[in-house]
């Protein structure tokens, strides 16, 4: 009889356990497919950085399965595992049973967002990114403040002091990165019909993005510019926002799901062969659209339609051909560096395009850094969200980028950049960072790099 009441005890207190709900959890039969080999943990930065099973993928699977039989509940012991994950995909590339581990966190976040109470400061800072971030006209005016803040040279004073990160690690890590304000940043105003050099070749869309338009507009012009000088009709909706990769990648279902569909209607009309973006991160969500809408009746058929068209603008180049004539940016041969963004090489397993591309401006010397597919620890807004973790990762990514001896870095990620850059400014060291359709962009138009 107390054997039976036992029993019925533990069976009730099961059922009382917090987790998730009945949309779209992790799928069983892809946890399933994990055999627990640890392959996955030599390539997972959260893993190399904490050192703790529940930190890797395979650690986060078991937790995701156990979640799913109601034996462990979501709360702050187990989300915490989830949120250090980076979202990087390396796991993916070097699964030998072929884990579909990104199919996986991206439910699981989605189901932490839906389900796990997060404290008032925590919710607060997140909902801070998710109502600014994805929205260039909210992002705009605070440039304003920002630029006066640089101008005024208080980014120096206010890092020496070492207050800010006392207060908030958070909004320290956010100001850490800050890129240069300059007059550009307040101006992107494109015809929305660019025509083509020359002969015309392809009618494809450009995506500006939310970040990349107000703090790396050289990077937009470039993009255009060079599609134009090969043959590109470029098309430029002025009703495009956010790709949406931002909320996706952070559980932020309904959010995500509206961005999408309104960069859907924007290019809806526009007649397209191909939608070009330069943003690795961007790239991976837009091509991810028909999953992200897959439910909405109204709009699946028009997200893998989308999806279909979106190619990342080196990816894009490859695939059609350069037609214009390429001239060298420098004098004497140049040695670069490309540095990997994950959503790029593990997402959309793009690794070679950037590359043959490079190497095709001439007086290029490409040099591969240790540990290239390893994150830098930007991956979105990750830097913000678990800066300690982010902190070690940027440092390793700028030791192995500088033990090349290469003199310029060539990166496809505003993200990416930023953190790069942060971190060679915080080792002393000096190395210029370009996209790599700025350095087309010179080539074509024989601008040489200077210094």
Do not use: W
């Not at 989605?110 to 997140?126: E, K």
């Not at 992107?188 to 392809?202: E, F, W």
């Not at 620890?377 to 969200?385: K, R, W």
């Amino acid at each position: 009889m107390q054997v039976s009441e036992n029993n019925d005890s533990k069976i009730a207190s099961l059922k009382n356990i917090k987790g998730f709900d009945d949309n779209h959890p992790p799928e069983p039969k892809l946890i399933d497919s994990c055999v627990h080999c640890g392959f996955c943990l030599s390539t997972c930065p959260s893993y190399r950085v904490i050192g703790k099973e529940m930190d890797s993928p395979r650690g986060r699977i078991y937790l995701m399965d156990a979640i799913n039989e109601g034996e462990i509940p979501l709360n702050k012991a187990t989300a915490q595992h989830f949120d250090s994950c980076l979202g990087c995909l390396a796991c993916v590339t070097t699964c030998p049973s072929g884990v579909e581990y990104d199919k996986l966190i991206s439910a699981t976040r989605h189901q932490v967002t839906r389900n796990f109470p997060r404290s008032l400061p925590d919710t607060l800072f997140r909902q801070l990114i998710f109502l600014l971030f994805p929205y260039p006209q909210r992002l705009r005016p605070l440039l304003i403040p920002l630029f006066i803040y640089q101008k005024l040279g208080l980014p120096k004073l206010i890092r020496s002091t070492g207050l800010l990160k006392k207060i908030s690690p958070r909004l320290a890590a956010m100001e850490s990165i800050l890129p240069e304000i300059t007059f550009k940043s307040f101006r992107d105003r494109y015809p929305t019909v660019i025509p083509a050099q020359g002969t015309k070749r392809y009618r494809v869309g450009v995506i500006l993005g939310c970040v990349q338009r107000l703090f790396f507009s050289p990077v937009n012009e470039a993009t255009v510019r060079v599609l134009t000088a090969n043959g590109c009709e470029v098309v430029i909706p002025k009703s495009q926002g956010c790709c949406a990769a931002l909320p996706e990648h952070q559980g932020q279902t309904a959010q995500a799901q509206a961005l999408a569909r309104q960069m859907i209607d924007s290019f809806a009309d526009m007649d397209v062969d191909y939608v070009i973006i330069n943003a690795a991160g961007c790239g991976h969500t837009l091509k991810e659209y028909d999953h992200i809408l897959e439910n909405d009746f109204e709009y699946k058929d028009k997200a893998k339609e989308f999806a279909n068209k979106v190619k990342d603008a080196q990816e894009f180049l490859v695939m059609v051909g350069l037609t214009a004539k390429l001239s060298p940016l420098t004098d004497k041969p140049l040695t670069m560096v490309y540095q990997d963004a994950c959503h790029l090489l593990h997402g959309q397993k793009i690794s070679v395009q950037p590359r043959q591309l490079l190497r095709q401006i001439p007086n290029i010397k490409l040099r591969e850094p240790l540990d290239a597919a390893l994150c830098c620890g930007s991956a979105g807004v990750y830097n913000m969200l678990q800066p300690e973790v982010a902190e070690e990762l940027g440092e390793q990514k700028v030791r192995n980028l500088l033990n090349t001896g290469a003199s310029m870095i060539a990166s496809p990620n505003p993200g990416c950049s930023l953190q790069i850059s942060k971190h060679l400014q915080a080792q002393g060291k000096e190395m210029k960072i370009m996209h790599p359709m700025e350095l087309l962009d010179y080539a074509i138009r024989g601008v040489k790099l200077e210094g």
